[in-house]
T-cell receptor
Framework: AQKITQTQPGMFVQEKEAVTLDCTYDTSDPSYGLFWYKQPSSGEMIFLIYQGSYDQQNATEGRYSLNFQKARKSANLVISASQLGDSAMYFCAMSSTGANNLFFGTGTRLTVIP | EAGVAQSPRYKIIEKRQSVAFWCNPISGHATLYWYQQILGQGPKLLIQFQNNGVVDDSQLPKDRFSAERLKGVDSTLKIQPAKLEDSAVYLC?????????????????FGEGSRLTVL
């Protein structure tokens, strides 16, 4: 069974600072993917970044990077140079090959302070 | 390119009443998903369609929930009769193919959701 744990219900960060959102996972599947989504108040889930379990390098997408530590089963999201528009809920999710849908964590609410 | 469209955005009903939500996926997307997001939780998959066939409905409470995708395009999710615990946001998502979500063709695109309040 898959499990995603996000232990930070809420986080605050000063504008222009970096912030790390934590995510740990558990799965018995040897091949899987880890995802981060942003959910603003409008409600839609916006894809941010993806890391495959066999990828050797950490994924990066603009100001987003994923700190993947396979042995620790963690996939933390790092947002650099925070902007006011980054204030939203952030969800960590995973999928394993053969189960082609997403399994989500409980989310972290990020608030960027001017 | 138009995104995933959902309606209504908001619905308030009393328990034991029925409600239906509609989803129009991105044009050409063969795979459609319905997720339920209860306040304070992450989305949970209810049902997945490939064209007009059901791929996975293992988490769908079939005694009260039903979903269809008759022509392989639009989909309707119905709840009858509604319970208080059905209060949630119902998110529809679509992908080009049922491939692994980490691939270009398997990436999920979400609508803005339909928020249901059951009194």
């Amino acid at each position: 069974a898959q499990k995603i744990t996000q232990t930070q219900p809420g986080m605050f960060v000063q504008e222009k600072e970096a912030v790390t959102l934590d995510c740990t996972y558990d799965t018995s599947d040897p091949s899987y993917g880890l995802f981060w989504y942003k959910q603003p108040s409008s409600g839609e889930m916006i894809f941010l970044i993806y890391q495959g379990s066999y990828d050797q390098q950490n994924a990066t997408e603009g100001r987003y990077s994923l700190n993947f530590q396979k042995a620790r089963k963690s996939a933390n999201l790092v947002i650099s140079a925070s902007q006011l528009g980054d204030s939203a809920m952030y969800f960590c999710a995973m999928s394993s090959t053969g189960a082609n849908n997403l399994f989500f964590g409980t989310g972290t609410r990020l608030t960027v302070i001017p | 390119e138009a995104g995933v469209a959902q309606s209504p955005r908001y619905k308030i009903i009393e328990k034991r009443q029925s409600v239906a939500f509609w989803c129009n996926p991105i044009s050409g997307h063969a795979t459609l998903y319905w997720y339920q997001q209860i306040l304070g939780q992450g989305p949970k998959l209810l049902i997945q369609f490939q064209n007009n066939g059901v791929v996975d409905d293992s988490q769908l409470p079939k005694d009260r929930f039903s979903a269809e995708r008759l022509k392989g395009v639009d989909s309707t999710l119905k709840i009858q009769p509604a319970k208080l615990e059905d209060s949630a946001v119902y998110l529809c998502a679509s992908s080009l193919t049922p491939d692994f979500p980490g691939t270009n063709t398997g990436e999920l695109f979400f609508g803005e959701g339909s928020r249901l309040t059951v009194l």
